[in-house]
């Protein structure tokens, strides 16, 4: 129903800036949420950012609140992260996610995943 393509990802080094972005298509007027994920090899998928698609009230991880911004282009049927002063353990496969119809942040789509690598 919602299809989302991450792009953006690449190398950077450390202090660097990276600004994702997912395409979000289908049925996007059912979105509530959509949100930032990353999974780094061998770690489990961790939380990153949340956006509400209505509101545009955010959410952030302690490891990245005020370091990332999460935003969104409810026009253009966008979301974007904003990564500034990147660290080597932000680097990390990102994916973007989208709950729609429920309302409990739980996230039923979900991109292909954009890769981030950090260099010390």
């Known amino acids: 129903q919602v299809q989302l393509v991450e792009s953006g990802g690449g190398l950077v080094q450390a202090g660097g800036s990276l600004r994702l972005s997912c395409a979000a298509s289908?049925?996007?007027?059912?979105?509530?949420?959509m949100a930032w994920f990353r999974q780094a090899p061998g770690k489990e998928r961790e939380f990153v950012a949340r956006?509400?698609?209505?509101?545009?009230?955010?959410y952030y991880a302690d490891s990245v609140k005020g370091r990332f911004t999460i935003s969104r282009d409810n026009a253009k049927n966008m979301v974007y992260l904003q990564m500034n002063n990147l660290k080597p353990e932000d680097t990390a496969v990102y994916y973007c996610?989208?709950?729609?119809?429920?309302?409990?942040?739980?996230?039923?789509?979900w991109g292909q995943g954009t890769q981030v690598t950090v260099s010390s």
């Open positions: 996610a989208a709950e729609i119809t429920t309302n409990i942040y739980k996230y039923d789509y």
């Open positions: 956006i509400s698609w209505s509101g545009g009230s955010t």
């Open positions: 289908g049925r996007t007027f059912s979105i509530y949420h």
